[in-house]
């Protein structure tokens, strides 16, 4: 079972980049049975998928991010980061980590988010 | 882009009914659907995955169902710690959530 926690500044002005960082304990983050993922929620709002990064470093993101998102591995620290670049008040949100149970069967590929971390709210202001 | 639609929005409900919840594909997704229960100032939590297959820790009352396009959440009889929202999800997709609340 793993145990994850988000870090990271706690208020990014207009135009900055985001970046928040995510420790996990409990197992390594080259385990090749999971990828790590990020997800946020603006407040009073549903759920959105960020991306997630493989265990060797590939990486996956949200259509709708993709042109400001980096999401990468620190396997010396067992940790694994989100950059978004250019951000606006629309990205003031909690963000969460979470481990990313995934599978591929025949051509179809499936992920889940069973770990999560407590999440961190980032709001975005000058 | 699959699009995924809960119904009802909102379920009002008193401890120990039954709650049905509904999430739609707009494309078949096979049995690959998770479900996951929110508590106020909390992270969600996996409940279902693989449409019917209770995580690790997950009371019994709690039963998914369906294929393709049509999944349901079952919450056999409600517990006090029931109330919550409940959010369905295929890879990047997450549907809007139901909020089951106390009637």
């Known amino acids: 079972q793993f145990q994850l926690q988000e870090s990271g500044p706690g208020l990014v002005k207009p135009s900055e980049t985001l970046s928040l960082t995510c420790t996990v304990s409990g197992g390594s983050v080259t385990s090749n049975a999971y990828y790590w993922g990020w997800i946020r929620q603006p407040p009073g709002k549903g759920l959105e998928w960020i991306g997630y990064v493989s265990y060797s470093g590939s990486t996956k993101y949200n259509p709708s991010l993709t042109s400001r998102v980096t999401i990468s591995l620190d396997t010396s620290k067992n940790q694994f980061s989100l950059r978004l670049s250019s951000v606006t008040a629309l990205d003031t949100a909690v963000y969460y980590c979470?481990?990313?149970?995934?599978?591929?069967?025949?051509?179809?590929?499936?992920?889940?988010?069973?770990?999560w971390g407590q999440g961190t709210l980032v709001p975005v202001s000058s | 882009e699959i699009v995924l639609t809960q119904s009802p929005a909102t379920l009002s409900l008193s401890p120990g009914q039954r709650a049905t919840l509904s999430c739609r594909a707009s494309?078949?997704?096979?049995?690959?659907l998770a479900w996951y229960q929110q508590k106020p100032g909390q992270a969600p939590r996996l409940l279902i995955f693989?449409?019917?297959v209770r995580a690790p820790g997950i009371p019994a009352r709690f039963s998914g169902s369906g294929s393709r396009t049509d999944f349901t959440l079952t919450i056999s009889s409600l517990e006090p710690e029931d109330f919550a929202i409940y959010y369905c999800?295929?890879?990047?997709?997450f549907g809007q959530g139901t909020k089951v609340d106390i009637k």
């Open positions: 494309q078949s997704v096979s049995s690959y």
């Open positions: 979470a481990s990313v149970l995934w599978g591929c069967s025949r051509s179809t590929c499936f992920y889940y988010f069973d770990y």
């Open positions: 999800q295929q890879q990047g997709t």
């Open positions: 693989d449409a019917s």
